[in-house]
């Protein structure tokens, strides 16, 4: 989608499509759930837990730290991540909101 295109779209449909990109790769979606299970900000390989290569996991882990979704420190050579909680409190409710604004209807033959 062209950047001029963006502006046919309200803020909140523009917002939850650049969440849904930062989460639609499965590498992306992995790294999450690792630091989601670790339940602690993580300074281990994330090459040796995922099998991919550093330059690729440095790309996701920018993505995700671009879209707010965790955060990072530098502590010497490495950089230490975790899931940034107030964020991840938004892209809950965000998806909870879109998610649940679909009411199953009786079916009259529709679809």
Excluded at 24 to 43: K, S, T
Excluded at 102 to 110: E, L, R, V
Aim: one cysteine or more; hydrophobic letters at 40%.
């Amino acid at each position: 989608m062209g950047l001029s295109k963006t502006t046919l779209f309200t803020e909140q449909q523009n917002a939850l499509a650049a969440l849904a990109k930062a989460l639609g790769h499965p590498a992306r979606v992995a790294i999450v759930d690792h630091l989601l299970q670790a339940e602690a900000c993580i300074n281990s390989d994330l090459v040796q837990e995922l099998g991919l290569a550093q330059a690729t996991i440095s790309q996701h882990l920018r993505e995700l730290k671009d879209a707010g979704i965790i955060q990072g420190t530098i502590e010497g050579p490495r950089m230490s991540y975790c899931i940034n909680p107030h964020r991840w409190e938004q892209v809950a409710d965000m998806f909870s909101q879109f998610f649940g604004r679909y009411q199953q209807k009786p079916a009259d033959g529709c679809c």
